[in-house]
């Protein structure tokens, strides 16, 4: 069966500290790999998604950037953080489409999340 | 640019009560929609509504896809302290293989 990894689940860090958040899937091949964040009991927002090795889309311009080094393996960093980026980091993978789907996750499996406190 | 919006933002019942939640959006090319439940971390998956599949039921929640207004409704009925959640929205973009979320509804189900 496919497992969704993140890492760390808190995190504190001081203004102007790098960031680096991992997510790795285990179970499937060439996935499609998401990084969301999501501000205190709000929706999600989607920061970046990936469709394959190098290949990675940025949603929202910002102090953030995304790497995908492996295939089943997302990164999320930051060379400098700030006050802003505090928040919950959710890292989701999903099947590629056209294949078939099965419930009850349809594919849009979600991490266990990281939260991020920049102080 | 896709967009998901969801009503209310809190919404604050008793047990038994029945609720529904709303869910509008506008999206280049839609694919489909999905409700999920956060509850403490991961969002977990409650339905998927498609052009073939507008309207799906378990248990006490169902759900139907409206694609004429472009909106979708949840609907909780007897409604149970541990309904207590923020219920996420979110659609599918054809033209992308990616998932856009509203902001999330939080309900309170109070005993």
């Known amino acids: 069966s496919q497992t969704i990894h993140q890492w760390p689940a808190t995190l504190v860090q001081p203004v102007g500290s790098p960031l680096s958040l991992e997510c790795t899937v285990e179970?499937?091949?060439?996935?499609?790999l998401y990084w969301y964040r999501q501000a205190a009991g709000r929706g999600l927002q989607l920061l970046f998604y990936?469709?394959?090795?190098?290949?990675i889309s940025s949603e929202v311009p910002q102090n953030l950037s995304a790497s995908r080094p492996q295939d089943r393996q997302f990164i999320l960093s930051s060379k400098k953080l700030l006050l802003s980026d505090s928040g919950f980091y959710l890292c989701?993978?999903?099947?590629?489409?056209?294949?078939?789907?099965?419930?009850?996750?349809?594919?849009?499996?979600f991490g266990s999340g990281t939260r991020l406190t920049v102080v | 640019e896709d967009k998901v919006v969801q009503s209310p933002l809190s919404l604050v019942v008793h047990e038994g009560d029945t609720v529904t939640l709303n869910c509008s959006y506008e999206?280049?090319?839609?694919?489909?929609l999905l409700w999920y439940k956060q509850e403490k971390k991961a969002p977990t998956f409650l339905f998927m509504l498609?052009?073939?599949?507008i309207e799906k039921k378990s248990g006490r929640l169902s759900s139907i896809l409206d694609k004429k207004e472009l909106s979708s409704i949840l609907n909780i009925t007897a409604t149970q302290t541990g309904d207590s959640a923020i219920y996420l929205c979110?659609?599918?973009?054809?033209?992308?293989?990616?998932?856009?979320f509203g902001q999330g509804t939080r309900l309170t189900i109070n005993p």
């Open positions: 989701a993978w999903s099947v590629k489409w056209g294949r078939v789907r099965e419930d009850p996750n349809y594919g849009y499996t």
């Open positions: 179970g499937t091949s060439n996935p499609n």
């Open positions: 990936s469709v394959g090795i190098g290949q």
């Open positions: 999206v280049t090319n839609f694919r489909s």
């Open positions: 498609t052009s073939s599949g």
């Open positions: 979110a659609v599918e973009d054809r033209g992308a293989q990616k998932l856009v």
